[in-house]
């Protein structure tokens, strides 16, 4: 049964410190989605990219935030500095080109 | 620019009870719409899809959409409810070269024994 995998599962970090997310996307899919989910915004899109280069990040803080795939295998989501306001639970999700979206089960992020 | 509203921010059902989620989508040619589920502490989770065709489709877990056109919507239906039921759920949008999914805000759902 493929799943997407993401790692950690938890974090609790330090403001100002930097976080790393990870994503481990189906094989065979060519599209990875990064979302942030609070209970004030719901669901955002941040960032997604097709075939590994990144189309569009706008959802994204500039400044502090930061996407990557370095390979087919892996998705990285990156908070350099990190503040308390960036507390949310991370999701990725990947799919193909039918539109279907299979989620991780997120990193919950903590900064303190 | 696409939209979903999902009117009904908290709905609560006894369990048995039939139910009904509503979906509005804002979308200019023919819509690829999605429901998604989401248990606590856990991802989304595709619970059925409208691509074309029959305009009622069947998902997992005995529930059930069906695409109005004309109304603009994708109701999620399921006949009678089981506790195993509460959770959020998400209707959702397809759209773009990425294949990217524009999200309503979600609809709680709380089981009454």
């Known amino acids: 049964d493929a799943r997407v995998t993401q790692t950690p599962r938890h974090k609790v970090t330090e403001m100002g410190q930097e976080v790393t997310m990870r994503c481990q996307p189906i094989?065979?899919?060519?599209?990875v989605f990064w979302y942030r989910q609070t209970m004030m915004q719901g669901l955002e899109l941040l960032a997604y990219?097709?075939?590994?280069?990144?189309?569009?990040d706008s959802g994204m803080p500039k400044d502090r935030f930061s996407a990557e795939m370095p390979d087919a295998t892996l998705a990285t989501l990156k908070i350099q500095p990190s503040e308390p306001r960036d507390s949310a639970v991370y999701f990725c999700?990947?799919?193909?080109?039918?539109?279907?979206?299979?989620f991780g089960p997120g990193t919950r992020l903590t900064v303190t | 620019a696409q939209s979903v509203t999902q009117p009904d921010i908290h709905i609560t059902v006894s369990e048995g009870a039939s139910l009904e989620l509503r979906c509005n989508y804002s979308y200019g040619a023919t819509p690829y719409l999605f429901w998604y589920v989401q248990s606590p502490g856990q991802g989304l989770q595709l619970l059925l899809k409208?691509?074309?065709?029959?305009?009622l489709v069947q998902g997992i877990k005995g529930f059930e959409a069906e695409f109005k056109r004309s109304q603009s919507s994708f109701n999620l239906r399921k006949p009678s409810v089981h506790w195993s039921d509460a959770a959020e759920y998400f209707c959702a949008v397809g759209s773009g070269s990425a294949r990217q999914l524009t999200f309503g805000s979600g609809t709680q759902l709380t089981v009454l024994p």
């Open positions: 999700a990947s799919g193909s080109d039918n539109y279907e979206q299979y």
């Open positions: 990219f097709r075939n590994r280069a990144p189309l569009d």
């Open positions: 094989l065979g899919h060519n599209t």
């Open positions: 409208y691509f074309s065709g029959d305009t």
